[in-house]
């Protein structure tokens, strides 16, 4: 039940040690097998050491580099960091004995492997741990993630998102769950679970050189997943916290597989390509506890051979003919040479589709210079870190749209030091810079034209006036910000709804005028932003839009690829 003023309730928009630095019970053991790459190595130990879960154990192996920056690295961040223990092999025993070799070092009551070249998010433990304290039956938890290149640009020929992918793995059915992963094509990416954070008492049961074939199977990441899901069902996150390299020996998603080369005959493409997936299947049957899922594996090998052998074929057709998946347009930074607003922040609070928010924000900033450019966020999305001019601020996550407007009336105004905020969306935001007017900062509040309403009601304030102009996509003063919370507004419905711009524009209109706030009139409006697509707004190019409706259809749509 909702409160009646804003005090009873704690906005989670406000960043504090509690949203930051949450902390489960447990020891989180971070496995990091090194090999030569100092540079890379110590990009990973800085994205480890700064994760927000603090209670980390972080344990190097140097698998007998020949590289010694690797072991300066590493003495570097010893000197502030005991959480660091490091191992130096005196010969180099695989990669394989090495993975396995920080699991058995490690003491935490879960543990994830973590490589050099890739990514995670500074939330990525906690919030993994976190679904890991829930259910005790999981003992595996996992993010959506993104395949990148070498250098660092995204991978688009892999799936854009995983969670498709990865959710027959959440299943309480357990064959659902095992016949599932065996079916699935490694190229979809059910490999990479290896690099969940795992309940350690569980990995512990798994005998790691049996599995590894005495460490001579290429897919030991997919049979060690395999076994831990017979076990128990994954958690799986919505959140993109993780980037993983594509193109190099830890990512075996080629056309064909590893026996698919080029300049071989078609038979002996096929041959080898049948004798991998035979001995594939031989492997899952042979670390499946369970009679029926032995049975059912086997009489899968056939239809999976075809179904992997058809989507590789259709794979390699379509590469061949040049209509591989296109990169997304890069969008433009900022140019100091075009609008000049400093005294206005930029700003989204996202708790869904941020990968697309930090987006719309960097596509607001083509050729507008903001005063600063933010970003509220539960966690650290993949594509901020190409764009310094984007600060991230932490939040906690709002659990449905309600407390998302809750935290706009009331938590916004703390994170604003310019004199006016543009408040965008990943489905709103700037457009049209040549088509901004000095006269939009006459007003505390100017957002888009609402359509005439059809009923007696709605779109009326407490005098029955009818309001034109409002949307969440707006321009707003500081001081229309803070009014709220110096005035303790109570937070109630409006005809049922908690909508924020209905909050400030319809609803509390009178009392936001009695403080001398102005709104900016629909003659104003509609060269500022459109979404209903009425008579007033025919033929003009606004400065930004919410949602695509009508001539709203032709503004680009992100799909967390950009």
């Known amino acids: 039940m909702r409160q009646n003023t804003h005090q009873k309730k704690e906005s989670s928009s406000t960043t504090t040690d509690s949203v930051c630095g949450i902390q489960a019970k447990g020891l989180v053991s971070v496995g990091l097998p090194a090999y030569n790459r100092p540079g890379p190595l110590r990009r990973m130990l800085e994205i480890i050491t700064s994760q927000t879960y603090r209670n980390l154990e972080i344990i190097v192996s140097d698998n007998a580099s020949s590289d010694s920056g690797v072991k300066e690295v590493v003495e570097e961040f010893l000197l502030c960091d005991p959480r660091i223990k490091y191992y130096r092999q005196e010969r180099?025993?695989?990669?394989?004995?090495?993975?396995?070799?920080?699991?058995?070092?490690?003491?935490?009551?879960?543990?994830?492997?973590?490589?050099?070249?890739?990514?995670?998010?500074?939330?990525?433990?906690?919030?993994?741990?976190?679904?890991?304290?829930?259910?005790?039956?999981?003992?595996?938890?996992?993010?959506?993630?993104?395949?990148?290149?070498?250098?660092?640009?995204?991978?688009?020929?892999?799936?854009?998102?995983?969670?498709?992918?990865?959710?027959?793995?959440?299943?309480?059915?357990?064959?659902?769950?095992?016949?599932?992963?065996?079916?699935?094509?490694?190229?979809?990416?059910?490999?990479?679970?290896?690099?969940?954070?795992?309940?350690?008492?569980?990995?512990?049961?798994?005998?790691?050189?049996?599995?590894?074939?005495?460490?001579?199977?290429?897919?030991?990441?997919?049979?060690?997943?395999?076994?831990?899901?017979?076990?128990?069902?994954?958690?799986?996150?919505?959140?993109?916290?993780?980037?993983?390299?594509?193109?190099?020996?830890?990512?075996?998603?080629?056309?064909?597989?590893g026996q698919w080369v080029s300049g071989r005959s078609f038979f002996c493409k096929f041959r080898a390509l049948w004798a991998e997936h035979r001995r594939d299947a031989v492997l899952f049957i042979k670390n499946a506890e369970s009679f029926t899922e032995k049975i059912f594996i086997g009489s899968a090998f056939l239809p999976r051979f075809a179904l992997f052998f058809s989507a590789a074929a259709a794979r390699k057709i379509y590469k061949t003919a040049g209509k591989g998946i296109p990169e997304s347009a890069q969008v433009e930074v900022s140019d100091p040479k075009g609008l000049q607003l400093p005294n206005v922040t930029l700003v989204a609070m996202a708790t869904r589709n941020v990968e697309e928010t930090v987006c719309a924000l960097e596509y607001s900033c083509r050729g507008v210079k903001f005063g600063s450019v933010k970003l509220l966020s539960h966690y650290t999305p993949p594509g901020l870190c190409r764009n310094p001019e984007i600060e991230f601020l932490r939040i906690e996550k709002a659990k449905d749209i309600d407390e998302w407007s809750y935290n706009i009336i009331y938590g916004l105004n703390v994170h604003i030091k310019t004199d006016f905020a543009l408040l965008v969306h990943a489905d709103g935001f700037v457009v049209n810079p040549a088509s901004w007017r000095k006269e939009f900062?006459?007003?505390?509040?100017?957002?888009a034209p609402w359509p005439l309403p059809t009923d007696d009601f709605s779109y009326r304030d407490v005098n029955g006036n009818i309001v034109r102009v409002g949307n969440s996509v707006s321009l707003r003063s500081k001081r229309l910000l803070e009014l709220p919370v110096k005035l303790n507004l109570p937070w109630e419905p409006y005809h049922g709804f908690y909508n924020e711009d209905g909050f400030i524009c319809v609803k509390n209109r009178h009392i936001y005028e009695a403080n001398g706030i102005k709104f900016a009139p629909l003659e104003v409006a509609r060269y500022f932003s459109h979404e209903a697509m009425i008579p007033e707004v025919k033929g003009i190019k606004p400065f930004a839009f919410h949602k695509w409706a009508g001539s709203n259809s032709c503004y680009p749509r992100f799909k967390a690829i950009c």
């Open 92 to 257: 180099n025993i695989g990669l394989l004995p090495n993975a396995e070799f920080v699991l058995k070092k490690s003491t935490g009551e879960y543990f994830t492997w973590v490589s050099d070249d890739d990514w995670r998010s500074p939330e990525f433990i906690e919030l993994l741990v976190a679904e890991l304290e829930k259910d005790k039956a999981i003992n595996l938890a996992f993010c959506d993630y993104h395949e990148v290149r070498e250098d660092g640009s995204r991978a688009t020929e892999y799936p854009p998102t995983h969670l498709k992918v990865f959710k027959p793995f959440q299943s309480r059915c357990r064959l659902l769950r095992t016949l599932s992963y065996y079916l699935q094509d490694a190229f979809r990416g059910k490999c990479n679970l290896f690099y969940s954070v795992f309940r350690k008492a569980a990995l512990d049961t798994l005998d790691f050189r049996e599995i590894s074939g005495s460490y001579l199977n290429i897919n030991t990441d997919s049979l060690l997943v395999f076994n831990m899901l017979q076990k128990g069902p994954a958690a799986i996150v919505s959140e993109a916290m993780c980037t993983l390299t594509c193109g190099n020996q830890k990512h075996y998603a080629g056309e064909f597989g």
């Open 441 to 447: 900062m006459d007003y505390d509040y100017i957002g």
